[in-house]
């Protein structure tokens, strides 16, 4: 694709990537096929071919529309299309440029402002976020069915943390929505890890996804930063790896060394912790699994949804399948595995009425074979699913202490 993007911007870093990636496209549309936006409203705008025009027409006349920033909110950044595009165009890494030019420029009405100012100011924080679903519960007796179903109900984890030390030992990233309303999660990832002989050292934190989706660059670098000095020590006393069970949290971690390039105090560490993060499923690919037993007797069918950021986002697509096969676990094929369910991040919360279609969607292919639950690899997801159906929704991992 040609491209006129004026010599001022191509002097800038963020110029330069554009330029680059939007002479990569050739405008052969094969990404619009597998994406849920432009396979839900039928519209080239809301597709990813149309939003790179948007953001060429953007960066060449430097000119934001509300316009443009509609169809660029209405990406999940499920990156689908990456995974479909023959040409390796770097989709995310664009919309990520044309979204942070679109904020400098163009305002949002106020009731928009108000409902990104509360997500950015709870989420990231578990006691902030512990409180607001402390409130909604007392709310639930005034609720229907399902307005009840879209409030987590966080369970205790009854079991402690195992306190067994070992040689081997790894961060576990606690995370800010998961460690409140599924603190179960890390608590079976740490006891599945223990009688693998290893240790799980609990790291405390956001990584910062929420805020980067949303274009708030300095909260970013600030969490990030923040992550880096808390764990730091732990990677200096050994820690082999940082583990991080929610794949919603792992290509923003995995990403760590490129959005502090440029500063000089925390660059290395964050290309250090950039480069040892793994998602558990990669993680345990890597460990001998004998120590778990068999698990080949329980007969119950399993239906795996896959999220965008372990498929797409980490290009790991079959690979929780291929592990939970191979411990001997009986999965349904699910139709479609490579649509995103409608979470997306705050997705579900900022475009309530899209999201809901591909809940629907995602749960019509998942629930078609009758299976008795429901497994995925990320928080967000899990809430999400759960919201829309009754079988019971669980993290993979949980079902190797069964
Ligand atoms: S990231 Fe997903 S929603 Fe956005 S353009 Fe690509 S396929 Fe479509
Ligand atoms: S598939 Fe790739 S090259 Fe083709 S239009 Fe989409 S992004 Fe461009």
Known sequence: MRTFLSDKLKETPEGREADDILRACVHCGFCNATCPTYQLLGDERDGPRGRIYLIKEMLETNTATRETQLHLDRCLTCRACETTCPSGVQYNRLLEIGRAAVESSVGRPLSERIQREALLRTVPEPNRFRLLLGLAKLTRPLLTAAQKKTIPISEPTG???????????????????????????????????????????????????????????????????????????????????????????????????????????????????ASIAQDISSFLEQQDLEALGDMTGDESLIAFHSPCTLQHGLKRAGSVEALLARLGFRLATVQDAHLCCGSAGSYSILQKDLSQQLLNRKLDCLERDRPSLIATANIGCMMHLQSGTDLPVKHWIELLLN
Do not use: F
């Not at 040689?167 to 599945?192: D, F, H, M, Y």
């Open 159 to 273: 079991k402690p943390w195992p306190s067994t030390t070992h040689r081997r030992k790894v961060l576990l990233l606690e995370g800010c929505a998961q460690s409140v309303i599924a603190p179960r999660i890390n608590l079976a990832t740490a006891q599945v890890l223990d009688r693998l002989g290893i240790q799980s050292l609990p790291a405390e934190g956001c990584c910062g996804a929420l805020s980067h989706h949303l274009s708030e660059e300095e909260q970013t670098l600030a969490t990030i930063r923040k992550n880096i000095d808390h764990w730091w020590p732990a990677i200096e006393d050994g820690a082999e790896a940082l583990v991080l069970t929610a794949s919603g949290c792992a290509p923003t971690v995995m990403d760590y060394g490129r959005l502090l390039q440029h500063d000089p105090h925390y660059a290395s560490k964050a290309d250090k912790l």
